[in-house]
């Protein structure tokens, strides 16, 4: 009898611990400490907004290039470092793919849309991106639609790349507003 | 084991279990950043300059416009009686082409305007349509027969068929390009709808004084951009006949403000005449030289040297003219 009642004692304890209730001198506590390091992606994307002609009017049926020797001048084969205006910085700790994405430039009036195959026609654009030492006629196609294409791919963790951007403005206007759009770079894990 | 040994063990393994559930690591899975991108499209284009800002009637001439956000220009135009037959947006601040200002073009002012797919723009008052007729112009409708405008502009029009015929004289070569010969004189022939035509005989007239010392007269017409050499033709005493219909050169169809000119060919003096020119002249004064000498020895020294000077003062006028003569 005394075997039996130990045995019933024993088990409603346990099942005291398993609901996170333990008497104060019922047990003594172990602890490990245990440290772990989780992937962490982020980068910094520098060159700041890009306004065409500074302002100005643009022309129609005319390539631009977020390029510092000059917005007409078209970057050279390879491109270099001199003529892009912008820097993606991997700050985080694992290699990223970078991919682009531009949006239609919207405004007042009819919005001007991406052609998604970096052609251009009326009220319609064309938007291309290049990474620095690849050569600018083999530009990727900066889409609005996904998939959207790679623009860097296996940027180490601390790494940097100089990036410029191409728009083919349309060919003809409808209106006279200004339009406004946005791209995006996305920094997915390298695998 | 004990009681207390089992307590315990299983202690060690739940606090275990709770701290493994509290390492789950923090998963960033995409990072995004954005740049704004902004632009502006052309509005109204802009006319601030135009060269040249004059032209003849009955002129071809080109043109350059200056101004502002002229790319994607549609249209340009210099207002009533011109035509630009083409242009060319070069930049976005100039456009380049050429015009034609129509024989009866009204003369005076004109706006020139340049439209683009969002709206147009002009300069008032840019370009001046100038008296192109400069000696004489005449117009008709005519049906089968005889325009005899030779007093007015030198020319004679056989008419075959029905249509509105007009003529002009100018008075030197209306385009920059030479005649591919020595130059007679320019006429203007214009039947703008040749469609009830059926031929036309053009007869240029011309005077000796015109015509000069030149010969073989050959007509030539104006394509817009050379002098080619009218197919058919017959000269005669006053004047070279051109004969014009569909398949000649120029055809009616081609008589869209052309320009005719006569050209003549300088002849070339023949052995005989060359030995004449220079062979008298010679003669001539070979005799006033022996005729000094001769007064020198015989008569004394200022004879022959006053002998000389009438040579000089006689012979030179009459040397002239014996020049003129051969």
Same mark, same amino acid.
């Not at chain 1, 009220?123 to 990474?131: E, L, S």
């Given at each position: 009898?005394?075997?039996?009642?130990?045995?019933?004692?024993?088990?409603?304890?346990?099942?005291?611990?398993?609901?996170?209730?333990?008497?104060?001198?019922?047990?003594?506590?172990?602890?490990?400490?245990?440290?772990?390091?989780?992937?962490?992606?982020?980068?910094?994307?520098?060159?700041?907004?890009?306004?065409?002609?500074?302002?100005?009017?643009?022309?129609?049926?005319?390539?631009?290039?977020?390029?510092?020797?000059?917005?007409?001048?078209?970057?050279?084969?390879?491109?270099?470092?001199?003529?892009?205006?912008?820097?993606?910085?991997?700050?985080?700790?694992?290699?990223?793919?970078?991919?682009?994405?531009?949006?239609?430039?919207?405004?007042?009036?009819?919005?001007?849309?991406?052609?998604?195959?970096?052609?251009?026609?009326?009220?319609?654009?064309?938007?291309?991106?290049?990474?620095?030492?690849?050569?600018?006629?083999?530009?990727?196609?900066?889409?609005?639609?996904?998939?959207?294409?790679?623009?860097?791919?296996?940027?180490?963790?601390?790494?940097?790349?100089?990036?410029?951007?191409?728009?083919?403005?349309?060919?003809?206007?409808?209106?006279?507003?200004?339009?406004?759009?946005?791209?995006?770079?996305?920094?997915?894990?390298?695998? | 084991?004990?009681?207390?040994?089992?307590?315990?063990?299983?202690?060690?393994?739940?606090?275990?279990?709770?701290?493994?559930?509290?390492?789950?690591?923090?998963?960033?899975?995409?990072?995004?950043?954005?740049?704004?991108?902004?632009?502006?499209?052309?509005?109204?284009?802009?006319?601030?300059?135009?060269?040249?800002?004059?032209?003849?009637?009955?002129?071809?001439?080109?043109?350059?416009?200056?101004?502002?956000?002229?790319?994607?220009?549609?249209?340009?135009?210099?207002?009533?009686?011109?035509?630009?037959?083409?242009?060319?947006?070069?930049?976005?601040?100039?456009?380049?082409?050429?015009?034609?200002?129509?024989?009866?073009?009204?003369?005076?002012?004109?706006?020139?305007?340049?439209?683009?797919?969002?709206?147009?723009?002009?300069?008032?008052?840019?370009?001046?349509?100038?008296?192109?007729?400069?000696?004489?112009?005449?117009?008709?409708?005519?049906?089968?027969?005889?325009?005899?405008?030779?007093?007015?502009?030198? +020319?004679? %029009?056989? @008419?075959?068929?029905?249509?509105?015929?007009?003529?002009?004289?100018? &008075?030197? *070569? !209306? #385009? $920059?390009?030479?005649?591919?010969?020595?130059?007679?004189?320019?006429?203007?022939?214009?039947?703008?709808?040749?469609?009830?035509? +059926?031929? %036309?005989? @053009?007869?240029?007239?011309?005077?000796?004084?015109?015509?000069?010392? &030149?010969? *073989? !007269? #050959? $007509?030539?017409?104006?394509?817009?951009?050379?002098?080619?050499?009218?197919?058919?033709?017959?000269?005669?005493?006053?004047?070279?006949?051109?004969?014009?219909?569909?398949?000649?050169?120029?055809?009616?169809?081609?008589?869209?403000?052309?320009?005719?000119?006569?050209?003549?060919?300088?002849?070339?003096?023949?052995?005989?005449?060359?030995?004449?020119?220079?062979?008298?002249?010679?003669?001539?004064?070979?005799?006033?030289?022996?005729?000094?000498?001769?007064?020198?020895?015989?008569?004394?020294?200022?004879?022959?040297?006053?002998?000389?000077?009438?040579?000089?003062?006689?012979?030179?006028?009459?040397?002239?003219?014996?020049?003129?003569?051969?």
């Amino acid at each position: 009898m005394k075997r039996v009642l130990a045995i019933l004692l024993g088990l409603s304890m346990l099942m005291m611990l398993m609901v996170g209730f333990v008497g104060p001198a019922a047990a003594a506590d172990q602890s490990i400490t245990v440290t772990a390091t989780g992937n962490y992606l982020a980068f910094t994307f520098t060159g700041g907004n890009w306004t065409l002609a500074s302002g100005g009017v643009i022309s129609p049926n005319t390539n631009y290039y977020s390029n510092p020797l000059g917005e007409m001048t078209s970057p050279p084969n390879p491109v270099t470092d001199a003529e892009c205006n912008h820097i993606v910085t991997n700050t985080g700790n694992v290699a990223v793919d970078v991919t682009v994405k531009w949006v239609d430039m919207a405004g007042t009036g009819s919005p001007w849309v991406n052609s998604d195959a970096g052609t251009n026609g009326s009220m319609v654009f064309g938007g291309k991106a290049q990474k620095s030492g690849t050569n600018w006629s083999s530009a990727i196609i900066a889409k609005n639609a996904a998939t959207y294409n790679t623009l860097l791919s296996d940027l180490a963790a601390a790494g940097h790349t100089h990036v410029v951007f191409g728009f083919l403005s349309p060919t003809a206007f409808t209106d006279s507003n200004s339009k406004s759009g946005s791209i995006t770079l996305t920094a997915t894990e390298h695998v | 084991m004990s009681m207390r040994g089992i307590i315990r063990a299983c202690s060690i393994v739940i606090t275990l279990l709770v701290i493994g559930v509290s390492l789950s690591p923090p998963i960033v899975m995409a990072a995004d950043q954005n740049i704004a991108v902004s632009a502006t499209p052309p509005s109204n284009p802009t006319v601030d300059s135009v060269s040249p800002a004059s032209a003849k009637q009955n002129d071809i001439v080109g043109f350059i416009i200056g101004g502002s956000q002229l790319a994607g220009a549609s249209s340009v135009s210099f207002g009533a009686g011109i035509t630009v037959l083409d242009f060319t947006v070069d930049t976005d601040i100039q456009i380049s082409g050429n015009l034609l200002v129509a024989y009866d073009a009204a003369l005076g002012l004109r706006d020139v305007t340049v439209t683009n797919p969002l709206g147009s723009g002009s300069k008032s008052d840019a370009f001046t349509v100038l008296d192109g007729h400069i000696a004489g112009y005449d117009e008709a409708v005519a049906h089968n027969e005889t325009l005899n405008w030779q007093t007015e502009t030198s +020319t004679v %029009l056989v @008419v075959v068929g029905s249509g509105t015929i007009s003529s002009a004289l100018y &008075l030197q *070569n !209306p #385009v $920059p390009t030479a005649i591919p010969a020595e130059s007679i004189k320019y006429y203007d022939v214009r039947c703008l709808n040749a469609t009830g035509l +059926t031929s %036309l005989t @053009v007869r240029l007239y011309y005077s000796a004084y015109d015509i000069s010392d &030149l010969t *073989n !007269p #050959v $007509p030539y017409f104006w394509n817009g951009s050379s002098w080619i050499a009218c197919s058919n033709y017959t000269r005669h005493a006053d004047y070279v006949e051109v004969y014009i219909d569909g398949t000649t050169t120029p055809t009616l169809n081609q008589l869209q403000g052309t320009h005719f000119g006569l050209g003549g060919v300088r002849p070339v003096p023949t052995i005989a005449e060359l030995l004449v020119q220079t062979t008298i002249p010679i003669i001539f004064v070979a005799i006033l030289v022996v005729f000094v000498i001769a007064v020198g020895m015989t008569q004394g020294l200022l004879a022959g040297a006053i002998a000389g000077a009438l040579a000089i003062l006689i012979g030179i006028p009459i040397l002239s003219i014996l020049v003129d003569m051969v």
